[in-house]
């Protein structure tokens, strides 16, 4: 799957740029070691070397922050995405079958406010689920292309009688 790929390269750029932020952090704490002994040698004031000091290390607070957030975050839109993509698939194979009780399941995970409308479900769809609920019929599968999606409940009324 595509998503497997990127997951790999973004664990080799996440690592590169880890590695850039630990080796920026590094260069901050040796330019304060240095300016510590520049001002033990007495080459530069205590104003000088206060005010230097609180740049590096506020340079420093700033860059430990976005290697923490990287840390805690990294890829982890990945997982999440390749979920969705998943589940979408299954939304076809689920609208196609039988089981109303699947299809009752797999309605209640990707919207809210399930209602009949002229014998139709009507739903307001989850968060990334309404990407896919307002896609033009051109975009979607020939088999959901009915702006009522009519497909979850095919030949029968609210009442599980067949119509006609």
């Given at each position: ?16 740029f880890a ?28 104003e ?26 990294g ?31 797999f ?7 399930r ?13 990334s ?10 975009a ?15 030949g ?6 067949p119509?006609?």
């Open positions: 799957m595509e998503l497997d790929k990127d997951k790999e390269q973004e664990a080799k750029d996440g690592a590169v590695q850039n932020l630990k080796s920026q952090i590094k260069e901050l704490e040796d330019k304060l070691d240095t300016l510590l002994d520049t001002h033990l040698d007495e080459t530069i004031t205590k000088e070397y206060t005010a230097k000091k609180q740049k590096i290390l506020n340079h420093k607070i700033e860059i430990s922050e976005k290697l923490k957030d990287f840390e805690q975050n890829d982890h839109w990945l997982e999440p995405a390749k979920k969705f993509i998943l589940d979408s698939k299954q939304a076809e194979i689920i609208a196609l079958q039988e089981n109303l009780f699947e299809k009752k399941d309605l209640k995970k990707i919207g809210s406010n209602v009949l409308l002229s014998q139709k479900v009507a739903i307001e769809p989850k968060k689920w309404q990407i896919l609920y307002n896609l033009p019929a051109e979607r599968s020939a088999e959901a292309t009915n702006s009522q999606h009519t497909i979850w409940l095919p029968s009324d609210s009442n599980r009688r119509i006609g």
